[in-house]
């Protein structure tokens, strides 16, 4: 008998590829920055005095469009008012028609102003 095993090759190789927390850190922020360039959904810039408004389903938090559908990834989230009170007119309007859709108010600044939905309007402090 010979001194080969018939049926038996070598032994298997594990290859290991060492990254570093830079390269982790660097991977990372490629990611962010391809999300972002997708993602349209940015706060609208706006003028003193207007506001933009942001829509939510009440029963799952997922952010809708401007035309009550459900985002993902594309399409328009936020709408612009002239004023806070054309807003809170258009917000109690909207509830009666569909109240499981909270709304999310921020003033020119990007400031949360205020949040309403079927059960409550709260006001930012």
Same mark, same amino acid.
């Given at each position: 008998?010979?001194?080969?095993?018939?049926?038996?090759?070598?032994?298997?190789?594990?290859?290991?590829?060492?990254?570093?927390?830079?390269?982790?850190?660097?991977?990372?922020?490629?990611?962010?920055?391809?999300? #972002?360039?997708?993602? &349209?959904?940015?706060?609208?810039?706006?003028?003193?005095?207007?506001? @933009?408004?942001?829509?939510?389903?009440? !029963?799952?938090?997922?952010?809708?469009?401007?035309?009550?559908?459900?985002?993902?990834?594309?399409?328009?989230?936020?709408?612009?008012?002239?004023?806070?009170?054309?807003?809170?007119?258009?917000?109690?309007? #909207?509830?009666?028609? &569909?109240?499981?859709?909270?709304?999310?108010?921020?003033?020119?600044? @990007?400031?949360?102003?205020?949040?309403? !939905?079927?059960?409550?309007?709260?006001?930012?402090?």
């Amino acid at each position: 008998m010979s001194g080969t095993r018939r049926g038996f090759g070598s032994p298997a190789r594990t290859q290991i590829n060492w990254v570093s927390s830079v390269d982790i850190e660097d991977q990372a922020d490629k990611n962010r920055t391809e999300k #972002s360039k997708m993602n &349209n959904n940015t706060a609208p810039k706006l003028k003193p005095g207007q506001v @933009s408004l942001l829509r939510c389903d009440i !029963n799952t938090g997922h952010v809708l469009k401007t035309n009550g559908e459900l985002y993902m990834q594309t399409g328009d989230t936020f709408e612009t008012f002239d004023s806070l009170e054309a807003v809170e007119h258009f917000i109690n309007i #909207s509830l009666s028609d &569909n109240p499981d859709i909270e709304f999310v108010v921020y003033n020119h600044n @990007s400031d949360y102003i205020l949040s309403w !939905n079927k059960l409550e309007k709260k006001r930012a402090k």
